[in-house]
T-cell receptor, first 114, second 117 residues
Framework: DVKVTQSSRYLVKRTGEKVFLECVQD?????MFWYRQDPGLGLRLIYF???????EKGDIPEGYSVSREKKERFSLILESASTNQTSMYLC?????????????FGPGTRLTVL | AQKITQTQPGMFVQEKEAVTLDCTYD???????LFWYKQPSSGEMIFLIY??????QNATEGRYSLNFQKARKSANLVISASQLGDSAMYFC??????????????FGIGTKLQVIP
């Protein structure tokens, strides 16, 4: 059974803390993604990676960075957490190439920044 | 640029009835793919169905079908014989399919479906 796992389901951090969100997939997918989901805004792409050590900015990269040292792992880093980064964070992966390559999602991490 | 519009923030349907969730899109890509995902209260997004812009027939997957009207730029999801487990958020999404580089997926804001016993 294909799987995307995220390190935490719920996380509470304080303003200014450095936060790491980890995502691991076991499907040997080339592409990995980080989204944030807010009510009324849908899913917005933060960063994606199409290969190890490669990354591309999405629609809302400000305040975030990412790391992909191994194919199966994609980390999202909040260098200095702020209250406006309180959100649900979803990781996803997919095969490379065009066509019908749907994304497989993890269970999400609900982050609260106090 | 791509845009997905879902105009129904919430929908109710009686158990065993059919329901249509609306999705319209806008894109300048000549070739694209359309997706529907389901998100139960547990939070995990689940892929339901895919339609390629070049597909001649509407996609179907079990109780899910996609009513694709290219000229109207609409890709409505039809769920037949609704079940209580269908209560969830539903997201429409699209991706351009041109080669060369990754074409990111654009999501709509979702429709919350509630199935009434």
């Amino acid at each position: 059974d294909v799987k995307v796992t995220q390190s935490s389901r719920y996380l509470v951090k304080r303003t200014g803390e450095k936060v790491f969100l980890e995502c691991v997939q076991d499907m040997d997918h080339e592409n990995m993604f980080w989204y944030r989901q807010d009510p009324g805004l849908g899913l917005r792409l933060i960063y994606f990676s199409y290969d190890v050590k490669m990354k591309e900015k999405g629609d809302i990269p400000e305040g975030y960075s990412v790391s992909r040292e191994k194919k199966e792992r994609f980390s999202l880093i909040l260098e200095s957490a702020s209250t406006n980064q309180t959100s649900m964070y979803l990781c996803a992966s997919s095969l490379a190439g065009t066509g019908h390559n749907e994304q497989f999602f993890g269970p999400g991490t609900r982050l609260t920044v106090l | 640029a791509q845009k997905i519009t879902q105009t129904q923030p919430g929908m109710f349907v009686q158990e065993k009835e059919a329901v249509t969730l609306d999705c319209t899109y806008d894109t300048s890509d000549p070739s694209y793919g359309l997706f529907w995902y389901k998100q139960p209260s547990s939070g995990e997004m689940i892929f339901l169905i895919y339609q390629g812009s070049y597909d001649q027939q509407n996609a179907t997957e079990g109780r899910y079908s996609l009513n694709f009207q290219k000229a109207r730029k609409s890709a409505n999801l039809v769920i037949s014989a609704s079940q209580l487990g269908d209560s969830a958020m539903y997201f429409c999404a699209m991706r351009g399919l041109k080669s060369g580089g990754y074409q990111k997926v654009t999501f709509g804001i979702g429709t919350k479906l509630q199935v009434i016993p």
